[in-house]
T-cell receptor, first 112, second 110 residues
Framework: DAEITQSPRHKITETGRQVTLACHQTWNHNNMFWYRQDLGHGLRLIHY???????NKGEVSDGYSVSRSNTEDLPLTLESAASSQTSVYFCASSDQFFDTQYFGPGTRLTVL | GQQLNQSPQSMFIQEGEDVSMNCTSSSIFNTWLWYKQDPGEGPVLLIALYKAGELTSNGRLTAQFGITRKDSFLNISASIPSDVGIYFC??????????FGPGTRLSVLP
């Protein structure tokens, strides 16, 4: 069955370190998204991609970057982790722009 | 940016009761989605709505796309313990990405 996976599921890191969170989908979806989820907030869009080599900034993109070298993967990189980036990160994908998004299981990141 | 309001923020109900929650926006949306999130998991799609006035069911769940296109409603009938979780709405303005509400946390008491 097609699915979307994230790794690691849990990560603890130190302030200033570079961290990369992986997202892999086997739906063959064109669109992929990264969100962060914090208490009291809905899911907030960090970056998104509508296809290979395409990346776009979302609502809360500062301190994050993504690259899309193939259809299946959209890794999220925190260039220099900050305590404010402690959060749960979700990756999602959709086939067409107006289509529903399917979410991965999430990565809980703690920055000490 | 766009914002969605969900009401109520949290609710405690008895098993067997019906549940109603809603999502409102100041902007018009073309698509409404309802998701459920269990602890430690990603959101799972429950219902998708694409047309104003549309009423769609998925088992005990029924959702409606408001006529004004600025709101949506989710009802759960005869609640059971596994309904516990956080329910999120998401709306998509024309030509823009989805916006997510802050969620309604549902607790079901036996």
């Amino acid at each position: 069955d097609a699915e979307i996976t994230q790794s690691p599921r849990h990560k603890i890191t130190e302030t200033g370190r570079q961290v990369t969170l992986a997202c892999h989908q086997t739906w063959n979806h064109n669109n992929m998204f990264w969100y962060r989820q914090d208490l009291g907030h809905g899911l907030r869009l960090i970056h998104y991609s509508y296809g290979v080599q395409d990346t776009n900034k979302g609502e809360v993109s500062d301190g994050y970057s993504v690259s899309r070298s193939n259809t299946e993967d959209l890794p999220l990189t925190l260039e220099s982790a900050a305590s404010s980036q402690t959060s749960v990160y979700f990756c999602a994908s959709s086939d067409q722009f107006f289509d529903t998004q399917y979410f991965g299981p999430g990565t809980r990141l703690t920055v000490l | 940016g766009q914002q969605l309001n969900q009401s109520p923020q949290s609710m405690f109900i008895q098993e067997g009761e019906d549940v109603s929650m809603n999502c409102t926006s100041s902007s018009i949306f073309n698509t409404w989605l309802w998701y459920k999130q269990d602890p430690g998991e990603g959101p799972v799609l429950l219902i998708a709505l694409y047309k104003a006035g549309e009423l769609t069911s998925n088992g005990r769940l029924t959702a409606q796309f408001g006529i004004t296109r600025k709101d949506s409603f989710l009802n759960i009938s005869a609640s059971i313990p596994s309904d516990v979780g956080i329910y999120f709405c998401a709306g998509q303005p024309y030509g823009q990405n989805f916006v997510f509400g802050p969620g309604t946390r549902l607790s079901v008491l036996p």
